[in-house]
T-cell receptor, first 111, second 114 residues
């Protein structure tokens, strides 16, 4: 059973470009969570999705950020018009119940 | 709302010595508790979790933690550390009802000295 997969592992963008981060949950898991980790800090919750539904987006910035988890395919975290402050590691987790399993993360660098 | 405090940002310890990493939490509702480990440039790996039952839980790599409800603590312990235990350790909680998103502490950097 493959673990949570994220791609790309590293992403470099210039200010103003768009960043698309993908997450494929573990097989059988219908819950997906996105977290952001700034340098030298813990992870901060961004959004919680189930298939085709956003359940809780209370941790996601209101502008430029969006997330989806379509019926088919991976979950996508999209950041439009990136700024230097978006540079961070973005982690996806999936769960069948109360326990979340994390992917390896995508490290976004904004130049 | 939930919050997690990890009092020690860095803990150096000699190889084969015991270690305790402290975690305290605050919550207005009942929570589940977790410890994760993060090796450099990697994702988080679950060490152990407390959902219910015995307050002493055992995890992988010889780690254990004890849930103390009265002190709202969930300290992580290992009786004898190894060089390979050098990593960042995160304590986290999630509410038992509603969306189970995790609230993390700021992490403790454990460095095992040969």
């Amino acid at each position: 059973n493959a673990g949570v997969m994220q791609n790309p592992r590293h992403l470099v963008r210039r200010r103003g470009q768009e960043a698309r981060l993908r997450c494929s949950p573990m097989k059988g898991h219908s819950h997906v969570y996105w977290y952001r980790q700034l340098p030298e800090e813990g992870l901060k919750f961004m959004v919680y999705l189930q298939k085709e539904n956003i359940i809780d987006e209370s941790g996601m910035p209101k502008e430029r950020f969006s997330a989806e988890f379509p019926k088919e395919g991976p979950s996508i975290l999209r950041i439009q018009q990136v700024v230097r402050g978006d540079s961070a590691a973005y982690f996806c987790a999936s769960s069948p119940d109360q326990t979340q399993f994390f992917g390896p993360g995508t490290r976004l660098t904004v130049l | 709302a939930q919050s997690v405090t990890q009092l020690d940002s860095q803990v150096p310890v000699f190889e084969e010595a015991p270690v305790e990493l402290r975690c305290n939490y605050s919550s207005s509702v009942s929570v589940y508790l977790f410890w994760y480990v993060q090796y450099p440039n990697q994702g988080l790996q679950l060490l152990l979790k407390y959902l219910s039952g015995s307050t002493l839980v055992k995890g992988i790599n010889g780690f254990e933690a004890e849930f103390n409800k009265s002190q709202t603590s969930f300290h992580l312990r290992k009786p004898s550390v190894h060089i390979s235990d050098t990593a960042e350790y995160f304590c986290a909680v999630s509410p038992q009802t509603g969306a189970n998103n995790l609230f993390f502490g700021t992490g403790t950097r454990l460095t095992v000295i040969p």
